[in-house]
Structure formats: C-alpha cells, structure tokens
C-alpha cells in the first residue's frame, strides 16, 4: 500500500527565506509523486509532479522538488519566500499517475515579514 | 474556462439528518472523484466515475453514503443519516482524461458540520 509523511503540520519562515517542506513515501513500485497547494476556502492546485525521468522538477510560483529515490523523498523547496506562499502543502503518491492519489496530512506554511 | 462548481458551500446539520452536495466539474472532463477532508487530515477519495460509470468506490461507507452521475455530467454525493464523524470538507474533482496522465482539477469544496 502507497503511504505519505509530511514532517511538520505547521512551518513557519520570514519572508525572503529559504522554504523546504519535507516529504517521505512509501510504494512498492515506482511512485508517482505529487505537491498540492491549498489556500484558504479554495481547492488543490497542482504545484508540480514527478512521473519519470528528471529527478528535478519545476512548478508554479517557483518552487521546485527533488525525487530521492534512496532516501523516499520528495521534498518541496523555494529559495525565496513570499508572503502569499501563505498556505497548506499536500504531498501525494501513486502508482498508477493521476488515478487514486493518496494525500499526506498536509503541512501549513507560515510567512512573517 | 469555468472550473469545477460545487454547492453549498457550507452546510450545517444535526446527526441522523441527511445532506446532498452537488458537483459540476469542467465541460468535457469525462472522470469525476468525490474526495473528503477531514480537518487536520489529507484528502481521501471516496469515489471515481468515468463518464457515468463507478470505477472505484471501494472507500466509500455505502451504508449512509451514495453517489451518482447522471448523463455523465454534474454529479451528487449524498448522506443519509449523518454521522458526527461526518464533518468534513467534500472536494469534487474532475480530469479531462481517464487513463493514468490527466491532471485533477479542484473545486473550492462543501463544508459540513454535523452538530
């Protein structure tokens, strides 16, 4: 069975400074992985995604993950915070692309000025 | 190009009363999804249609809940009797493809609270 870990409900950064939201899966096969945002009173929107090849991938508003396959993570970066990163971060896995996602618990992110 | 419409946005009950949420997802978009978000939790996924066809309901509790897609179109998700553990958030989806490449598509989602 596909699982996600996100390390931390809340994280909490100055704007300007560096964003890195930790996630770890499980799969028994080649995982499809997902980042997910949610404002408030809004839907997810897709961030970005990794089926194959790069391991490096780019989404929207600049923000960027890494599939670690030795270390079964997917973490999300962004070099610069901006206040209206302000937000809830999902992680999400599956094996079989877009069908069945399986979310994380999501990790909210906090941007002071 | 509209997106995916939901109501009511909110909804407050009282246990053992039944509710109906209502989904229109993208025009064209054959593959629809109810998903619900339990507060402080990661969205699960309850159902998925194919145009108006069930191809996975395995986790939704079929006792108290159903779903259907009439004409292959909007969609309904409906609770009857609710359940305190019920208060949730119910996100539609839906995905122009139905195969293992289409991006899912959100909408702002149904709030229930079950007093």
């Known amino acids: 069975a596909q699982s996600v870990t996100q390390l931390g409900s809340h994280v909490s950064v100055s704007e300007g400074a560096l964003v890195l939201l930790r996630c770890n899966y499980s799969?028994?096969?080649?995982?499809?992985l997902f980042w997910y945002v949610q404002y408030p009173n809004q839907g997810l929107q897709l961030l970005l995604k990794?089926?194959?090849?790069?391991?490096l991938v780019k989404g929207i508003n600049g923000f960027e993950a890494e599939f670690k396959k030795s270390e079964t993570s997917f973490h999300l970066t962004k070099p610069s915070a901006h206040m209206s990163d302000a937000a809830e971060y999902f992680c999400?896995?599956?094996?079989?692309?877009?069908?069945?996602?399986?979310f994380g618990t999501g990790t909210r992110l906090l941007v002071s000025p | 190009e509209a997106g995916v419409a939901q109501s009511p946005r909110y909804k407050i009950i009282e246990k053992r009363q039944s509710v109906a949420f209502w989904c229109n997802p993208i025009?064209?978009?054959?593959?629809l999804y109810w998903y619900q978000q339990i507060l402080g939790q990661g969205p699960k996924l309850l159902i998925q249609?194919?145009?108006?066809?069930?191809?996975?309901d395995s986790q939704l509790p079929k006792d108290r809940f159903s779903a259907e897609r009439l004409k292959g179109v909007d969609s309904t998700l409906k609770i009857q009797p609710a359940k305190l553990e019920d208060s949730a958030v119910y996100l539609c989806?839906?995905?122009?493809?139905?195969?293992?490449?289409?991006?899912?598509?959100f909408g702002e989602g149904s709030r229930l609270t079950v007093l």
């Open positions: 999400a896995v599956s094996n079989t692309g877009f069908q069945k996602l399986v």
């Open positions: 249609f194919q145009n108006n066809g069930v191809v996975d």
């Open positions: 799969s028994s096969v080649p995982p499809y």
């Open positions: 025009s064209g978009h054959a593959t």
């Open positions: 990794y089926t194959t090849g790069a391991t």
């Open positions: 989806a839906s995905s122009l493809e139905g195969g293992n490449t289409g991006e899912l598509f």
